[in-house]
């Protein structure tokens, strides 16, 4: 699983959020908010990773809805490697900042 981990983790390079589930391309239901950079910490156990720190979004719709994450390899276009729905916060804030402060992987099956 460290294979897939560390292979994952260089790929997907690039966060975007949605206002509502993204689709089969991951390009439907965009927030207005730009695509951020993702820094990935280490690998450990069986291929486990997490944020080594936030991703900080500006420029959502004041107070609007934040549904999803996405995976790209690149700050526009690129390859789509999945949706993440998030929860507990799920709106940006009045200034149309969002931060998403925890994304874990973890390489265990059930």
């Keep these: 699983m460290q294979l897939a981990a560390n292979t994952l983790r260089g790929a ?8 509502s589930a993204a689709g089969a391309a991951g390009t439907s239901n965009l927030t207005t ?5 993702i820094t990935w910490a280490a690998t450990s156990g069986l291929g486990n990773f997490g944020l080594a720190s936030p991703i ?12 999803s994450i996405t995976l790209w390899s690149a700050s526009t276009a690129g390859t789509f490697y999945g949706e993440l729905p998030l929860t507990g ?13 925890a994304l874990d992987m973890t390489g265990t099956a059930t």
């Design 56 to 67: 900080n979004f500006t420029g959502g719709a004041a107070s609007g809805p934040v549904y």
């Design 12 to 19: 997907a390079l690039y966060g975007q959020l949605h206002t």
């Design 33 to 37: 908010a730009a695509r951020q950079a």
């Design 89 to 101: 916060d799920t709106a940006f804030n009045a200034s149309g900042q969002y931060n998403v402060t």
